[in-house]
């Protein structure tokens, strides 16, 4: 079960604790730098790769822009077709739906696609609730499952695993799960894979119920869109009876025309590939072909909220393609758990908070999460300028203002212990506007400098504890020209 | 040519050597220098931090200090990118709140004339070689403002190879960040103290004696992170290399 946020510890705090995890740090620094490679070769290959990214941008913004409309195209189109569409505000309204509709078919296990959607609604906690097991059939997904662990990455669940780690947890889990690892696994990929060929396989073949999210919707349609390396979705969307799809509102695209654009941003950023392997599309259902019954939950969960920030929004571009959290400094030093959310990395410091709002220290901590280095940015296929969102949750935390929940406009008050920097910036910016009061504490500084401590009190003291202070030089530069130059150009 | 330097808060009082190198240099390229003395802070760490409202008022200053000047140059990449990229969204967030376009205006009067100091030599003045001596193994890290938000590219390492006595040597992951980021470094001290023992590691395996950056603020952490390590790579501004001269290697 998740931690919830309110009780989960603050970005720092958190990242504190991993950043000490020698192999961790070591598991995350070889996967972030072999993929962010790989990407960077993949996406040169593309000569138009700007006009591609411009191009994905502007669909999404488009498409968020009359986003009623075309949610609308696809209820019609999917019901159409023969699915059923299932509207839900929040996690639990989605949970409540997809509980009852498993249960409707009397089933007490399905299997699932991998999906960041279910995760981010904890889903399969609460069908747990209710008695119903998800297996989870991503590889990696699968690895976290039964690690009793937590995804701690967007694309690579299990990135902060090695292939030792992956084993133990094979040959102890898997029986409790079902099929037991083979006799004698060792820690080779080959046979890794093969374990888990072999324990997967029985659940594809007695699942009679299936659930997926989806990478994107096909307005015109009604189709959804699933991209995966694996081939194990394909099996989930096509062998059980019946299938149901959470997704949320933001993944709809208006036509054919603009999947392509998509399909070609998606994987060059994620996998570093030119195609991925398996693409599955599917349309309501078709007798005789496919689950006989299929249900679409379109979940909102907080993304109305995000579309009502002019400059927040942005966010809801995203395409989890995860390139963001490989180029990440902070990423990979604190890993995804620090991150308290489905979301982590760059990405995770902005959709979150602006999700499930910025009242839990840790939901106010993410947009702190950040060296505002802007590589994110710079690798996002949709250019989602994570450096400015990250700027304008700050100032929701620390300056409050009007916000959107529950669709409901709002005045959030500023966030709790800011009190102390809030006094420090307005001094600053007093000073700052009156340059004989600058000068003076220049001065002061400067004369003091003999006394200066090496090791600061109060929030000083977490930048002594790794680094040295720069020395105060005994003239300021100001001081220095008024010495030389006299008052010369002083405008 | 009315050329102002805004020699930025951090400079001014910790790094004052990087201000009259920069003093130094453009007047010896024959450009005549003025320092408005009523001249503070371009509102960055406000504006990052999230104080909106705090940095609007640094941006009228700003405006009003710089206002006859043909040319603002600034040896930070990162105060010219909050001066470019920020200002103006300040100006339009202002507007947007139905507070007037006077913030957009200033915005909009004072962007096109500030440089960062690399920009100005290389794209204004039109020079790579400024004559300069440095004697010592150099390796250059391209800070994140000047890399990304200004995309500075090449201009920085055109200038340092044309400096004689100067041995430039790559340095490894250059464009990953130092871990500084301004109130980053203290709001997550631990992420940002083991970015910058990476980028040490990093900068010591080159073999430089030195360390150059365009933004005295990553050198500031940068150079905190290798004296803790008893380092001998001492970080120095672009601007003191190519101000140093056979007769004075400042």
Redesign the interface.
Known sequence: MPTPPGAAPA??DA??RS??DTTL?NNLRRATHTIRAKRAAAVAELADWGELRAAGAAIKDHTLRHLDHYLEQVEAAVTAAGGQVHWAVDAAEANAIVTRLVRETGEREVVKVKSMATQEIGLNEALAAAGITAYETDLAELIVQLGHDLPSHILVPAIHRNRAEIRDIFRTQMGRWGRPAPAGLTDEPAELAEAARLHLREKFLSAKVAVSGANFIVAETGTLVVVESEGNGRMCLTLPETLISVVGIEKVIPSWRDLEVFLQLLPRSSTAERMNPYTSMWTGTTDGDGPAAFHLVLLDNGRTDALAD?VGRQALRCIRCSACLNVC??YE??GGHAYGSAYPGPIGAILTPQLRGTVSALDASL?????????C??VCPVAIDIP?VL?R???????GGPVTVRGTRAVIRPARGHAA??AA??A??W???H?RA?RAG?RL?SRTRALHPRHLPG??R??T??????E??A????D???RT?G????? | MRVALFVTCVNDTLYPRTGQAVVTLLERLGVEVDFPAAQSCCGQPQYNTGYRHESEPLLRHYAEVFAGYDHIVTPSGSCVAMVRDNYPRLGARARAEGRGSALAEAAANVVPRTYELTEFLVDVLGVTDVGAYYPHTVTYHPTCHGLRMLGLGDRPLALLRQVRGLKLVELAGADECCGFGGTFAVKNAAVSTAMGADKARAIEATGADVVCTVDNSCQTHIGGTLSRRGSAVRPVHLAEILASTEGRVL
């Not at chain 1, 947009?367 to 590589?375: E, F």
């Not at chain 1, 949750?393 to 300056?399: A, M, Q, T």
């Open positions: 970005f720092p990242a504190e950043t000490r740090r002019q400094p902070v030093r604190a947009p702190y999460a950040s060296s505002l280095c802007g590589a940015y710079e400015e700027v949750l700050r100032e929701r935390v620390v300056e920097e809030r910036m307005r600053a910016r000073a700052f506007e340059p600058l220049q500084a929030p000083g977490a930048w504890r790794g680094r040295d202070l720069p105060v030089p003239e300021s530069f100001r220095w020209w008024q130059r008052e010369r150009g002083t405008a």
